[in-house]
T-cell receptor
Framework: ETGVTQSPTHLIKTRGQQVTLRCSSQ?????VSWYQQALGQGPQFIFQ???????GRGNFPPRFSGLQFPNYSSELNVNALELDDSALYLC??????????????FGPGTRLTVT | GDSVTQMEGPVTLSEEAFLTINCTYT??????LFWYVQYPGEGLQLLLK?????DKGSNKGFEATYRKETTSFHLEKGSVQVSDSAVYFC????????????FGTGTSLTVIP
């Protein structure tokens, strides 16, 4: 058991709306990353937060934003939802500085459906 | 850019058959390589990893060897079980990319009794 939890499990939103997804990282982990996994695809990196600041971003527009809090929780916010945003959103936490094999521990994901 | 390519699925095997799932990568520098497994309705679980050339990662009967000369990290298991049915993802990361993981598209494995 990884200790990474996400909420809600499932969510249905309408195009144009805004959504906030939440993640509770494993205690002691100082990084949190968010991934988007479309049906039948591998996870795609959205961004990573380290010590409450964005520390790397994938090819996602600015309407995808995040926050990391000191209590090991974090949020992914998506504005102006589009149909293509329908996917499983995965949160992963880890400890930066562990060399050389940085490991990430994934939560079970939030399934977002945009109609 | 950095990327991972996995063999296309789905793969269907009988119980106790030998499993190979091919994975090749493109990356500059010295990536670390991983296999993750995703069971239905769940998130990803780390299966095994290797951090440098010729390293062999192993776990639960699965093995993969980091081959720099062929840029490969193929997953193998000598005798699969029904409980191994899942989607398997090959991934890489490098420390100088902010620990971003690059995943393959996944290979679905179904093991029939």
């Amino acid at each position: 058991e990884t200790g990474v939890t996400q909420s809600p499990t499932h969510l249905i939103k309408t195009r144009g709306q805004q959504v906030t997804l939440r993640c509770s990282s494993q205690s002691g982990h100082n990084t949190v990353s968010w991934y988007q996994q479309a049906l039948g695809q591998g996870p795609q990196f959205i961004f990573q937060y380290y010590r409450e600041e964005e520390n790397g971003r994938g090819n996602f527009p600015p309407r995808f934003s995040g926050l990391q809090f000191p209590n090991y929780s974090s949020e992914l916010n998506v504005n102006a939802l589009e149909l293509d945003d329908s996917a499983l959103y995965l949160c992963a936490s880890g400890v930066s500085g562990t060399s050389p094999a940085y490991e990430q521990y994934f939560g079970p994901g939030t399934r977002l459906t945009v109609t | 850019g950095d990327s991972v390519t996995q063999m296309e699925g789905p793969v269907t095997l009988s119980e106790e058959a030998f499993l190979t799932i091919n994975c090749t990568y493109t990356a500059t520098g010295y990536p670390s390589l991983f296999w993750y497994v995703q069971y239905p309705g769940e998130g990803l679980q780390l299966l095994l990893k290797a951090t440098k050339a010729d390293d062999k990662g192993s776990n639960k009967g699965f093995e993969a060897t980091y081959r720099k000369e062929t840029t490969s990290f193929h997953l193998e298991k000598g005798s699969v079980q029904v409980s191994d049915s899942a989607v398997y993802f090959c991934a890489l990361t490098k420390r100088n990319t902010g620990n971003q993981f690059y995943f393959g598209t996944g290979t679905s494995l179904t093991v029939i009794p």
